[in-house]
């Protein structure tokens, strides 16, 4: 088990979702999710990447650096929900993350919100920003959400 209590959650990082991105979207967040994941490197956060089953790995310059950074894994989901008949509890549980979770991903107003919801209620204080989350086509991220029901930030530092 490790010491922190925090964990950078990925979801749906897949190319058949990312396409979808608007292009200077899509590399302004795979940018920005980089970084984070070199910020965990150095604050020991551990990272768990979600991926829909069916869809093939996440994209692989995501892939190679979650797969550098300790503590890291990833999880298959069947459902929007990144908890619902996965092993993201046992996970959380077995890495001893009790009380913060930074999520990344598409589609924000879908799979990364279901699983914000959950994780709420399973009484997790949710992260993200709005250059870790993006919609397919440009759509609304529905950021109102966010803001009301979470901590956007663009600082990692603020959840270890």
């Not at 551990?46 to 790995?57: K, L, S, T």
């Not at 924000?108 to 914000?116: E, F, L, M, N, Q």
Request: proline content about 2%.
């Amino acid at each position: 088990m490790i010491t922190c209590k925090s964990a950078v959650i990925i979801i749906d990082m897949q190319p058949m979702f990312v396409e979808f991105v608007l292009t200077e979207e899509r590399r302004h967040m795979i940018e920005f999710q980089l970084k984070i994941i070199q910020d965990c490197k150095k604050l020991g956060i551990p990272i768990i990447a979600m991926e829909y089953v069916g869809f093939r790995d996440t994209i692989p310059e995501l892939k190679t650096a979650i797969a550098h950074t300790p503590n890291s894994f990833f999880l298959e989901k069947e459902w929007q929900d990144g908890f619902y008949c996965s092993e993201l509890s046992a996970a959380l549980e077995s890495l001893g993350i009790s009380e913060n979770l930074f999520l990344m991903g598409v589609n924000a107003d879908g799979c990364v919100r279901a699983t914000a919801k959950t994780a709420i209620e399973n009484r997790f204080q949710v992260f993200t920003s709005e250059h870790a989350i993006a919609q397919k086509h440009g759509q609304d991220k529905n950021l109102l959400w966010y803001k009301e029901n979470a901590i956007l930030t663009d600082d990692l530092s603020k959840i270890v």
